[in-house]
């Protein structure tokens, strides 16, 4: 066990793989000699050479279009984005090649690549960057979303990532990269992609949650105790495919279910929980799903961007208002 | 022909000062007349002392994220000088000089800064585009703005901007193409500062230069000694007569150092060495023009002293005008996402209203 954040724990994760592996390349906008501008792939080129972890020119689209046909032709490329806000160039190879080449070649060609970058709101950034879109990625068939909200689980889900043949969308709550510390295995494992976690059993209420949102959930859930609303609080892990086993059994046990997300609110992750929950546990609802997501604008620049992301207070607003119902 | 004689297969530079500011190059010196130099002196000279007391505030926590100027002046003042009102600018994020030469305030600059969106409104500032953050995207809004000044039948020219960097990204490529194909008046402008925050130029392209891409698209391009202000002007001027007579676009690859960070949450000394910040310094710029001004008596040190000291109480000011901006409201989050808001949204604001209220009433 070593103390690690999650800077850390991915990096440790990249490093594992990286020995273990020969077949794997990690590559990027400064991702080589600076180690990324979070600097999560810090000391590995360093380590394993300048052919395995490098700079590449700057092209979002060119990155990821490289590593399918680096993948198509055995390698195991784990790119990066240097933001959620500049994969929109890489999407024509996201949707028309990555999620597609297994599917068109009836599995003769798989895409065995990790696409990583750095996600969601709350740090006072510039624009473009602090956006959480992790509902574009889900709804694109051919391919896995994962957003961890620990170090441990970023280790282990990375790991699986970049183990998967399939390709692996995985987004860093950069707010917290360095926020939470915990004591994290130093030997690898793994954490199984498509399945969440109950991190607190409750009977009033589901919540559903990830990424950066899961410690304001936490802090809301403090105000919660105190109105003796008892929470139930689920961390997705995997976006897509969804652990829709886990939440359904919640929810069939509460009556209630918070989806707690910085994305803006319309056709987003919240809506597709609270369909699934519709779906299948209808009958189990003593309310109506709430999602407590963004607004539907851009994100705000930092002096409007409090109105924007979820505080504890509003999510303790939110479901109040919720058991009231 | 400037263009023909400078022709980027040979790798040639454009150069008319040397590092001590003599005039090496008569043939290209444009014929610009003692007052107007010094006035683009003085507009750089500004723009370095709001640069770097920038980098202050931002240091001091008055400010986030800011991306320095620090060696690219003569870009951005020659830019300044070479522009009309007529003409557009389509900026990246670097080029602070050229912003403030096209009606931009510091006021708003700094206000950018400090994370509000009316900061690269511009509003008072005719032809001006926000900064651009996505990299290199900007560039095929200049060559769809130089489409419609040909369709006018307009005289504007376009001058758009970007880094080295910018140079990989395929809208870099699209936008030259695309301006070639229609032939219209954009003037692209390619601030080679050596770096893409820590990638070197060496790691972007195998290319000898960044003008010779042009070559590929059907339009003149020519490399530039960017930290010399003469030869700026000079071939900012060429191609902004060559594209407004109709003959389509030009590549200006502007060879500068970026002194300072990439912005100020970056720390350059984990990819460059002293030594190399060292050699360019020779080149500086401010140095350069302040040195050929001082030669022919139109400056001193004195002048430089005092006039520094009175651009840093304007900095001040319109840096505190910024800081005593009325505080960001819920309604400006909304108010200017459509020219006509859906129900949808309004609900929304007044849904956040009810809980501020909720809020106030914990208290």
Redesign the interface.
């Known amino acids: 066990m070593k103390v690690m954040n999650m800077v850390q724990a991915i990096n440790n994760a990249l490093e594992i793989k990286l020995a273990e592996d020969p077949n794997i390349v990690v590559y990027g906008?400064?991702a080589g000699?600076?180690g990324g501008?979070f600097r999560v792939t810090e000391g590995l080129q360093q380590k394993f050479g300048e052919h395995r972890v490098f700079?590449s020119?700057?092209?979002?689209?060119?990155i990821v279009g490289t590593a399918v046909g680096m993948a198509m032709a055995g390698l195991r490329p784990v790119v990066e984005m240097q933001f959620c806000?500049?994969v929109?160039?890489a999407f024509n190879q996201i949707i028309s090649h990555a999620a597609r080449i297994h599917n068109r070649t009836r599995g003769k060609f798989k895409t065995p690549m990790v696409i990583r970058f750095p996600y969601g709101g709350g740090i006072?950034?510039?624009?473009?960057?602090s956006e959480s879109m992790e509902a574009l990625y889900g709804h694109i068939p051919g391919i896995k979303v994962v957003i961890p909200s620990t170090p441990h689980d970023a280790k282990g889900l990375l790991i699986s990532a970049i183990e998967s043949n399939d390709t692996v969308i995985f987004m860093e709550p950069k707010r917290i990269y360095r926020a939470i510390k915990q004591d994290v295995a130093e030997d690898k494992f793994t954490i199984p992609i498509g399945k969440a976690k109950v991190l607190n059993e409750g009977t009033d209420v589901t919540v559903v949650a990830y990424g950066a949102m899961i410690r304001e959930v936490q802090k809301a859930m403090v105000l919660a105790k105190k109105s003796k609303i008892s929470v139930e609080l689920i961390d997705l892990r995997t976006i897509y495919p969804i652990d829709k086993e886990t939440i359904i059994k919640s929810v069939q046990k509460t009556g209630r279910i918070a989806i707690v997300t910085e994305e803006p609110?319309?056709f987003g992750l919240a809506a597709e929980i609270t369909a699934v929950v519709n779906e299948e546990a209808f009958l189990y609802l003593e309310a109506p799903p709430k999602r407590i997501a963004g607004?539907?604008?851009?994100v705000?620049?930092?002096?409007?961007?409090h109105?924007?992301m979820q505080s504890p207070?509003?999510i303790f607003?939110e479901l109040e208002k919720l058991m009231k119902f | 022909m400037m263009f023909k004689e400078y022709n980027p297969h040979e790798d040639k530079i454009l150069r008319i000062i040397d590092n001590n500011g003599k005039i090496i190059n008569q043939k290209w010196k444009p014929d610009l007349d003692d007052k107007l130099v010094l006035q683009a002196y003085k507009d750089m000279l500004f723009a370095r002392t709001a640069d770097i007391m920038a980098v202050s505030y931002q240091r001091q926590g008055r400010m986030y994220t800011y991306p320095p100027n620090l060696g690219q002046e003569a870009i951005s003042g020659a830019l300044g000088k070479v522009m009309r009102e007529e003409d557009w600018l389509v900026p990246a994020f670097r080029e602070l000089g050229a912003w403030l030469a096209k009606g931009a305030t510091l006021k708003e600059i700094f206000m950018y800064f400090m994370g509000y969106e009316e900061g690269t409104a511009f509003l008072n500032a005719k032809k001006l585009l926000p900064i651009s953050v996505p990299i290199a995207s900007q560039l095929l809004h200049a060559a769809g703005i130089g489409y419609s000044i040909k369709y006018k039948k307009e005289k504007d020219v376009v001058f758009a901007v970007v880094g080295d960097g910018g140079t990989s990204e395929g809208d870099f490529h699209e936008a030259l193409n695309f301006a070639a194909v229609w032939k219209v008046p954009v003037v692209f402008i390619v601030q080679n500062n050596q770096f893409a925050i820590s990638v070197p130029f060496k790691k972007q392209t195998a290319s000898i230069n960044i003008a010779i891409k042009s070559l590929a698209y059907g339009m003149p391009g020519i490399k530039v000694d960017g930290n010399d202000f003469f030869a700026m002007y000079s071939a900012l001027k060429h191609a902004a007569v060559y594209a407004e007579s109709g003959n389509g676009p030009v590549l200006i690859e502007a060879l500068t150092y970026r002194k300072g960070a990439h912005t100020t949450s970056d720390d350059p000394t984990k990819y460059r060495s002293r030594e190399e910040e060292q050699e360019w310094e020779q080149t500086d710029p401010m140095k350069r023009l302040g040195m050929y001004l001082k030669d022919k008596k139109l400056w001193s040190d004195e002048e430089e002293n005092i006039i520094v000291e009175q651009y840093k109480l304007e900095v001040d000011k319109q840096f505190e005008e910024a800081e005593s901006a009325p505080a960001y409201k819920l309604e400006d989050v909304f108010k200017y996402m459509y020219d006509e808001m859906p129900e949808d949204l309004k609900i929304q604001q007044m849904e956040y209203e009810k809980f501020l209220k909720w809020k106030e009433a914990q208290k």
């Open positions: 906008e400064d000699l600076e501008v700079d020119p700057l092209a979002e689209s060119a806000g500049f929109y160039p006072n950034a510039l624009e473009h960057h609110k319309t607004f539907d604008t851009i705000p620049l930092p002096r409007g961007e109105f924007y207070e509003k607003y």
